[in-house]
């Protein structure tokens, strides 16, 4: 089980921090990733990291402004996101796919997600 916290309301240009902790056993055996749903809009990954925090994924929406972090001693992953932009707002997920499936993982994989936190950046 996965559970997401952090999401939240804040202005155009600032930062927010999602985590996403994980219950049961096994986690640092997954690849992790965060992946965001607007309204009306595909749920898409937006960034990922391997069992070991080796490799990571970022969109290309994204990069250089969001980073992805993993601590498999709290098994807990980290998405901080900075310079939002109103177009970020989405529902965030958090979701854990066996790293076989490496860090470009997607949804038809049938990841564990977590609940979702709502991000809101207004202009």
């Known amino acids: 089980q996965l559970q997401a916290s952090g999401g939240g309301l804040v202005q155009a240009g600032g930062s927010l921090g999602l985590s996403c902790t994980a219950s049961g056993r096994g986690f640092s055996f997954y690849s992790l990733g965060w992946f965001r749903q607007a309204p009306g809009k595909e749920r898409d990954s937006v960034a990922a990291i391997s069992w070991n925090g080796d490799s990571t994924y970022y969109a290309d929406s994204v990069k250089g402004r969001f980073t992805i972090s993993r601590d498999n001693a709290k098994n807990t992953v980290y998405l901080q996101m900075s310079s939002l932009k109103p177009e970020d707002t989405a529902v965030y997920y958090c979701?854990?796919?066996?790293?076989?499936?490496?860090?470009?993982?997607?949804?038809?994989?049938?990841?564990?997600w977590g609940q979702g936190t709502l991000v809101t950046v207004s202009s």
């Open positions: 979701a854990a796919a066996p790293s076989r499936f490496g860090i470009r993982f997607r949804s038809e994989d049938d990841p564990y």
